[in-house]
């Protein structure tokens, strides 16, 4: 699949909203499904957004509640993450990665760095 990047973290205040990005390098990205995963420290790696390679189904964690919003666009070899109405809970490390098929809630074989968010009180 090649390189993933992500970027759009930061730190903002609850309530803010931050908007993540991830572009992929390679040309099989419009036909393999994508999520976001976050990890605290100490905390597991938890399921945060799916999204099938047309964009046509999404799938989201429980946590999410309708505050987080997962997009693409393939033009652009770009998955999105839109987050608002965040909470101090939402402060980790998000990462990008391809997934086996579109409804898996575990990583495949690509993942980003990842980006920080930080959430203050």
């Known amino acids: 699949q090649g390189q993933l990047v992500e970027s759009g973290g930061g730190l903002v205040q609850a309530g803010g909203s931050l908007r993540l990005s991830c572009t992929a390098s390679?040309?099989?990205?419009?036909?393999?499904?994508m999520g976001w995963f976050r990890q605290a420290p100490g905390k597991e790696r938890e399921f945060v957004a799916s999204i099938r390679s047309s964009g046509r189904e999404r799938y989201y964690g429980d946590f999410v509640k309708g505050r987080f919003t997962i997009s693409r666009d393939n033009s652009k070899n770009t998955v999105y993450l839109q987050m608002n109405s965040l909470i101090t809970e939402d402060t980790a490390l998000y990462y990008c990665?391809?997934?086996?098929?579109?409804?898996?809630?575990?990583?495949?074989?690509?993942r980003g760095q990842g980006t920080q968010v930080t959430v203050s009180s």
């Open positions: 390679g040309r099989t990205f419009n036909s393999v499904a």
């Open positions: 990665a391809t997934l086996p098929w579109y409804g898996s809630r575990n990583p495949g074989n690509s």
